[in-house]
């Protein structure tokens, strides 16, 4: 598998600028986060909260053949998909002081290909619905791995490893800092158990 191109830093700043355009407050940002972002934020988190998305669900249907995997044998990783259910998440306030370096921070690491699609959602906190920012997996990207078998995933997490690491420490610091934001995901964790 060869590397997927990567966007251009003036592509990377025209998809932040028009995201943040769109911003329904622009002074208040709230992140909802999934997977990795949830114990390894690239930024300084104000405060963080428990939250409900609908509509979505978390899978691993990203090849990654730089961070957690390389192209002659590429891991997996986490997005966000259109269908049924729900995906629990945390909620990542970002700082008012700083926040624009946040939002670099953010748009370097989660945006270093055109895979994940950045979009404002409706989400569940408490009994209260916020807007706030996630990032959606472009199903038609080349890099989006859909259709996989849970016995394909465990295959991949469970061999490959990258420049940040192994995906399957990915997977289990993932279901680990979910089940201390108090989520239960038996899907990740099933997987975990089918992982070698």
């Given at each position: 598998?060869?590397?997927?191109?990567?966007?251009?830093n003036?592509?990377?700043?025209?998809?932040l600028q028009t995201t943040i355009g769109s911003a329904p407050d622009p002074e208040a940002i709230l992140l909802f986060a999934y997977g990795s972002l949830i114990w390894r934020p690239c930024f300084q988190v104000q405060s963080t909260y428990k939250a409900i998305l609908h509509?979505?669900?978390?899978?691993?249907?990203?090849?990654?053949?730089e961070a957690r995997?390389?192209?002659n044998n590429p891991g997996l990783g986490l997005g966000l998909r259109v269908g049924s259910?729900?995906?629990?998440?945390?909620?990542?306030?970002?700082?008012?002081?700083?926040?624009?370096?946040?939002?670099n921070s953010i748009w370097e690491?989660?945006?270093?290909?055109?895979?994940?699609?950045p979009q404002w959602v409706s989400v569940e906190v408490d009994t209260k619905v916020t807007t706030a920012l996630t990032f959606v997996v472009d199903e038609t990207h080349p890099q989006c791995a859909v259709g996989l078998s849970e016995e394909a995933q465990a295959r991949m997490i469970g061999s490959a490893t990258?420049?940040?690491?192994?995906?399957?420490?990915?997977?289990?610091?993932?279901?680990?800092?979910?089940?201390?934001a108090g989520i239960h995901d038996p899907t990740l964790e099933r997987l975990l158990r089918c992982v070698n």
């Amino acid at each position: 598998m060869k590397p997927f191109r990567h966007l251009t830093n003036s592509e990377r700043t025209q998809s932040l600028q028009t995201t943040i355009g769109s911003a329904p407050d622009p002074e208040a940002i709230l992140l909802f986060a999934y997977g990795s972002l949830i114990w390894r934020p690239c930024f300084q988190v104000q405060s963080t909260y428990k939250a409900i998305l609908h509509g979505y669900r978390r899978d691993f249907c990203v090849y990654t053949v730089e961070a957690r995997g390389k192209p002659n044998n590429p891991g997996l990783g986490l997005g966000l998909r259109v269908g049924s259910g729900m995906c629990e998440g945390v909620l990542l306030a970002l700082p008012e002081d700083g926040r624009c370096e946040a939002l670099n921070s953010i748009w370097e690491r989660e945006m270093l290909t055109s895979v994940y699609q950045p979009q404002w959602v409706s989400v569940e906190v408490d009994t209260k619905v916020t807007t706030a920012l996630t990032f959606v997996v472009d199903e038609t990207h080349p890099q989006c791995a859909v259709g996989l078998s849970e016995e394909a995933q465990a295959r991949m997490i469970g061999s490959a490893t990258g420049q940040l690491g192994s995906c399957r420490d990915y997977l289990m610091n993932t279901i680990d800092a979910l089940r201390n934001a108090g989520i239960h995901d038996p899907t990740l964790e099933r997987l975990l158990r089918c992982v070698n």
